[in-house]
């Protein structure tokens, strides 16, 4: 069975380096940065308790480790994000192609288009520019 984790709930966290300290947790299933976290905190606690690590080296192992994971998993979430943003604007563009699609007003075929290729390529300020020009054109 896999271990499952709430790894932004504090008591999870918690739970899942005493699991590591013990060497029963299973990684395999957890995201980059917990996987990475985990697998490299098993080392630490390894040559602690085998390798004559001392107690003071291997918390501050642990501290490095744990401020890399951090950073990682704020990496992580930055890029699902951009993912998810990049997502949503295909969807987006995907509807203002339909609209362009049922247009027979050329004005209107050109502001959606606008927006629908800044979305592509999530460039705002080329749908702003472009539409002040289109403005202007009046």
């Given at each position: 069975?896999?271990n499952k984790?709430?790894?932004?709930n504090?008591?999870?966290f918690?739970?899942?380096?005493?699991?590591?300290?013990?060497?029963?947790l299973?990684?395999?299933?957890?995201p980059?940065?917990?996987?990475r976290?985990f697998?490299?905190?098993?080392?630490i606690?390894?040559?602690?308790?085998?390798e004559?690590?001392?107690?003071?080296?291997?918390?501050k192992?642990k501290?490095?480790?744990?401020?890399?994971?951090?950073?990682?998993?704020?990496?992580h979430?930055?890029?699902l994000?951009v993912c998810?943003?990049y997502?949503d604007?295909i969807?987006?563009?995907?509807?203002?192609?339909?609209?362009?699609?049922?247009s027979?007003?050329?004005?209107?075929?050109?502001e959606?288009?606008v927006r629908?290729?800044g979305?592509?390529?999530?460039?705002?300020t080329?749908?702003?520019t472009?539409?002040?020009?289109l403005?202007?054109?009046?």
């Amino acid at each position: 069975m896999k271990n499952k984790f709430d790894f932004n709930n504090p008591e999870d966290f918690r739970c899942a380096e005493r699991l590591t300290y013990d060497g029963t947790l299973d990684v395999s299933d957890f995201p980059s940065p917990e996987y990475r976290y985990f697998a490299e905190l098993r080392k630490i606690y390894h040559a602690f308790k085998f390798e004559e690590l001392t107690k003071a080296n291997a918390e501050k192992r642990k501290s490095i480790l744990l401020r890399r994971y951090r950073e990682d998993s704020e990496e992580h979430r930055y890029r699902l994000e951009v993912c998810r943003q990049y997502q949503d604007n295909i969807r987006t563009a995907g509807m203002l192609m339909t609209d362009i699609q049922k247009s027979h007003d050329i004005r209107e075929i050109a502001e959606t288009a606008v927006r629908a290729i800044g979305l592509m390529t999530g460039d705002e300020t080329f749908i702003k520019t472009n539409l002040a020009k289109l403005e202007a054109l009046r």
